[in-house]
């Protein structure tokens, strides 16, 4: 990740702080504010990294309760 061109820092933070929200399980369903919180990104920039961070394939989006995925 660290190699890859298309991620710049405040993807690689908001990543990191997703990460944290993990524990043995690989799903996380924190909010925006949370998410906003731990990586020092403002909320209203959560959606656009995570939407980067998936778009090149670092991360998988299902929206939890909608039974519908992103990918």
């Known amino acids: 990740m660290l190699n890859d ?3 710049k820092f405040n993807d690689l ?3 990191i702080a997703l990460s944290s929200f993990q524990g043995k399980n690989p799903d996380c369903y924190p909010s ?3 998410i ?3 990586s020092g990104v403002l909320v209203a920039h959560i959606s ?3 939407k ?3 778009k090149y394939g670092w991360l ?3 929206r939890r309760g909608k039974k ?3 990918r």
Do not use: A, F, W
């Open 5 to 7: 061109p298309n991620i």
């Open 13 to 15: 933070r908001v990543y």
């Open 32 to 34: 925006h504010k949370k």
């Open 36 to 38: 906003s919180e731990r």
């Open 48 to 50: 656009k990294h995570t």
């Open 52 to 54: 980067k961070l998936q």
């Open 60 to 62: 998988e989006i299902t």
């Open 68 to 70: 519908m995925s992103n």
